[in-house]
Structure formats: C-alpha cells, structure tokens
C-alpha cells in the first residue's frame, strides 16, 4: 500500500494514518513528526526548519523532498507506506512522482468549526508521538499518555494565530494538488465530520476493496 493522507490541518490525518498503520501494519511517515523531532534534538536540520514551523509556514520544498526521499529509501517501506501531510505543494506532488509513486490519495474534509474545535483540544505525547483531544479522545488520565506515562503537551503550533495561519495557506495552496490526483483517477474522498472511531473503519473499509485484503 502506497498511500498519501492529504488535508487541512486538524482533519484527524495522523489520527487516521496511526490505525491504518497499525492494522496493516505499514509505516506512518508524518513529515511533521519528523520535523519537530528534529528541532527537539537541536540538529542542523532541525535549526534550519524551526521559524517555518513555528510560524505555521511551509518549509522550503527542496528541504521537505530530501526528507521524504530519503525516509522512503528505507527498509520498512518496502511493503509501502502512508505520508502524512505531503505533498504540499504540486512541486512535491510531482517529485514524490519519481520516487514512490503512491497508488492512493485519500482526501479528508470536514467543516472548518470541527478543524478549529479539534486543533484547539489537541493534545500529543512529546516521548511516543500518540495523540489525543481533551473531549474527543481524552487519556484515561488526564494529561498523561495512556500509553508510556508521558505528561502530555499541546503543540505550539496549536496556538489560534498560527492556526489561521495554516488553514490559510491550506485554502491558498491545496487545490492544484487536489486536482493532480484527480485527474490521475488516484483520490478517495472521505467524509471526516464524524467521530474517529465513525471514520477509522470506513477509511479501513476502503482500502480492503482497494487492494482486496
Ligand atoms: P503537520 O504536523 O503535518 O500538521 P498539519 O498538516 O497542520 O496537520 P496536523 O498534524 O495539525 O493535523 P492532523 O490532520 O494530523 O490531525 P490530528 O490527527 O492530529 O505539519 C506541521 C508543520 O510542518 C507545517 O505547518 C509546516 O511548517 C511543516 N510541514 C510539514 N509537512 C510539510 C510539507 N510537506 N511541506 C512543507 N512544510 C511542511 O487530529 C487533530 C485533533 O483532532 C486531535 O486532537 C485528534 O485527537 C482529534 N481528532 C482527529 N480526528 C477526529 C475525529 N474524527 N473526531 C474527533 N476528534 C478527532
């Protein structure tokens, strides 16, 4: 399965690619889990990436494509993969293209209150990357990772300006992309309004007809 997650900010993408990954058991690539992990280690990569992130902004194709190339070069994507949140621009639409063609593009939409509800609640565990909402998907206690104990954090891109922020250059930029995997006959369009444990299957139910597993 080569797939790409595409959507705005907050659609549920890492949410969604997390239970796809578990259950058929091929690597979530989010490159924005790559990127702040990497400015949590002070790398020169991480250097290079922080003010984009920090202000909601795109970081610099040429930067994104080297990372996304060489993540896909490794062992464990051989039986495939799921890149979360690229491509972002039709530049890395079409790069991806020449390396790891992705078979699917699944598109998640859902209304702007939900987008701006759901990033606000947000919170995610700094140590295992789990993500969680405080009404949605809350820990079973509060502020602390169900999973390895961790105290949980909000993002500090998850602030209201620099949300806006992003949804803006969404809105501004996502429509060529859109359109690339359309025209290729590539896009599944799935319905994100509804709670995760509504969309979590009909997204798994998609792909078993897909691919017939
Ligand atoms: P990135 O980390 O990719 O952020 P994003 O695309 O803005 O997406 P998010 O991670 O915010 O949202 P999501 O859709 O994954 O939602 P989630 O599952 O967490 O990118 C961050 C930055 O990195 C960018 O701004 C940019 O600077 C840089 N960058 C990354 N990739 C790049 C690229 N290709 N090119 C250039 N720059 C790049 O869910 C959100 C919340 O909602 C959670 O609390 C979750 O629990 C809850 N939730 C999810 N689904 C549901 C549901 N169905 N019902 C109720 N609650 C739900």
Redesign the pocket.
């Known amino acids: 399965m080569k797939l790409v997650?595409i959507?705005?900010?907050?659609?549920?993408?890492?949410?969604?690619?997390?239970a796809v990954s578990e259950k058929f058991g091929i690597p979530h690539i989010?490159?924005?889990?790559i990127?702040?992990e990497e400015i949590k280690k002070g790398s020169e990569l991480g250097k290079r990436?922080k003010e984009?992130?920090d202000?909601?902004?795109?970081?610099?194709?040429d930067i994104?494509i080297e990372v996304?190339k060489q993540r896909l070069s490794m062992d464990d994507c051989r039986k495939g993969f799921i890149l979360?949140?690229?491509?972002?621009?039709l530049q890395?639409a079409e790069a991806l293209e020449q390396f790891a063609s992705p078979e699917w593009a699944f598109l998640?939409q859902?209304r702007d209150e939900?987008i701006l509800e759901?990033?606000g609640?947000?919170?995610?565990c700094p140590k295992c990357g789990a993500?969680?909402?405080?009404k949605?998907?809350p820990p079973k206690v509060p502020g602390i990772c169900d999973k390895c104990g961790t105290p949980l954090i909000q993002?500090k891109?998850?602030t209201p300006e620099v949300i806006m922020q992003?949804l803006k250059?969404?809105r501004e930029q996502f429509t060529p992309i859109i359109l690339f995997y359309k025209e290729r006959g590539r896009l599944v369009e799935i319905d994100?309004?509804?709670?995760?444990d509504?969309?979590v299957p009909v997204v798994i139910e998609r792909l078993r007809k897909l691919y017939n597993v």
């Open positions: 997650f959507g705005p900010p907050g659609v549920g993408k890492g949410t969604y690619a997390k989010s490159t924005g889990d990127f702040r990436v984009f992130l202000k909601g902004l795109l970081v610099p194709d994104v996304v979360d949140g690229f491509p972002r621009t890395q998640f859902a939900t759901r990033l609640g947000r919170r995610v993500i969680y909402h405080i949605y998907m993002r891109d998850d992003r250059i969404y994100a309004n509804e709670q995760a509504k969309v």
